[in-house]
């Protein structure tokens, strides 16, 4: 792990941008204000706010390519990292203007210009994604599980015996 950089009297994270994230971060080091002048402080802050934008370059890689549920899932937690909860593009329609403007200025990258997969985020254009036949089973027994949790084995549904909890006969 880096150390802080002292820069006037804040401390600061300086850090290179792994080059598995270069392609949702244009910049090649990461300054990070730890807003503090102590360092003790300033190194205990140091895990969390780089945990951050690891959490944060991940959810945008998971963004720009994989299937339905992860890109929502990330969509989910991209807006979540920027302080709002997501919602769908329906509902940002019919919020207020500011909450609206907020979520328009939120999209920006460092350099100014706007990101197209935290504005998906924010704007909620990301989908929920829809149940597939090849997830319906496992589905069902997800729902299932809480409704036979008090059944007895021979009362239980054969595909739903581990649902149940039980073990097949």
Excluded at 63 to 90: T, Y
Excluded at 99 to 105: A, F, G, K, P, Q
Excluded at 112 to 118: A, K, L, N, S
Aim: aromatic share 8%; proline share 4%.
């Amino acid at each position: 792990m880096s150390k802080p950089v002292l820069r006037g009297t804040t401390w600061y994270l300086k850090r290179r941008v792994p080059k598995r994230y270069a392609s949702v971060e244009p910049r090649p080091v990461v300054w990070h204000s730890l807003k503090t002048d102590s360092y003790g402080v300033a190194l205990q802050k140091m895990a969390g706010v780089w945990l951050s934008y690891i959490e944060g370059w991940e959810a945008c890689l998971a963004g720009r390519d994989g299937d339905a549920a992860e890109k929502f899932r990330a969509a989910q937690q991209l807006a979540a990292l920027r302080g709002f909860q997501f919602l769908s593009i329906d509902s940002v329609t019919q919020a207020p203007l500011d909450e609206v403007l907020r979520r328009v200025e939120a999209t920006q990258t460092a350099d100014g210009v706007p990101d197209e997969v935290i504005a998906s985020a924010l704007l909620g254009v990301v989908e929920a994604p829809q149940l597939r036949l090849s997830d319906l089973v496992g589905h069902v027994e997800t729902l299932a599980a809480h409704d036979n949790r008090f059944k007895i084995a021979n009362k239980c549904a054969c595909g739903a015996r581990l649902a149940c909890g039980l073990s097949t006969i």
